[in-house]
């Protein structure tokens, strides 16, 4: 079946740290990747996404590249804020309607000034 | 993007009592919903798949008679707690994609954070 491994926290970083969250996946066809975040206290955000080999997903300074070759999608900002701290969730998806995302188990990051 | 919402954001009931979290889709048709439980340790749990005019699609493990999924239109899922225990104090997700769209993407709800005493 499909899963979706990331490295375990909790990561704490000083201001302006360059940031890497490893992120390695399984599954049986071409699924699409996704990284949301979890601010505390609250439901989850999508944080950038890519839907096929290559492409390099962006937002807010994060990046992830969809790596078929190591099935990787790792999240890197090259220099984190306290701003950032939050949870960190790989996912992924090989369909729409209705099938389910699969998670991996979260990363905290803790931004420290 | 596309919203969804969820109510009420936090609830305390006492042990033995039912209570019901609302999830909505405020700008789009969700023929599926899905309800994730956060665990402390912050993993996310799929509890079961809510279609809308039929049965959930439970998890194994959930008991489909203690957590109680209805989606009777194509905005509004519904998750009933029944007989809630300390246990099953938690953090509540539920979540819908977009008929339109095929890239697969889920979007979230604010969370339910449920506190059985």
């Known amino acids: 079946g499909n899963s979706v491994t990331q490295m375990e926290g909790p990561v704490t970083l000083s201001e302006e740290a360059f940031l890497t969250i490893n992120c390695t996946y399984t599954?049986?066809?071409?699924?699409?990747l996704f990284w949301y975040v979890q601010y505390p206290g609250e439901g989850l955000q999508l944080l950038l996404k890519a839907t096929k080999a290559d492409d390099k997903g962006s937002n807010k300074g994060f990046e992830a590249t969809y790596r078929k070759e190591t099935t990787s999608f790792h999240l890197e900002k090259g220099s984190v804020q306290v701003s950032d701290s939050a949870v960190y969730f790989c996912a992924l998806s090989e369909g729409s309607g209705n099938t389910p995302l699969v998670f991996g188990k979260g990363t905290r990051l803790s931004v420290i000034a | 993007g596309a919203v969804v919402s969820q109510h009420p954001s936090w609830v305390i009931c006492k042990s033995g009592t039912s209570v019901k979290i609302e999830c909505r889709s405020l700008d789009f048709q969700a023929t599926t919903m899905f309800w994730y439980r956060q665990f402390p340790k912050q993993s996310l749990m799929l509890m079961a798949t809510?279609?809308?005019?039929?049965?959930?699609?439970?998890e194994q493990g959930v008991e489909k008679d203690k957590f109680l999924i209805n989606h009777a239109s194509l905005t509004l899922s519904t998750l009933t707690v029944t007989s809630a225990h300390p246990e099953d104090s938690s953090f509540y997700i539920c979540?819908?994609?977009?008929?339109?769209?095929?890239?697969?993407?889920?979007?979230f709800g604010e969370g339910s954070r449920l506190t059985v005493l």
């Open positions: 979540s819908a994609r977009p008929g339109q769209t095929n890239t697969g993407e889920l979007f």
């Open positions: 599954a049986t066809g071409y699924p699409s």
């Open positions: 809510s279609n809308e005019g039929s049965k959930a699609t439970y």
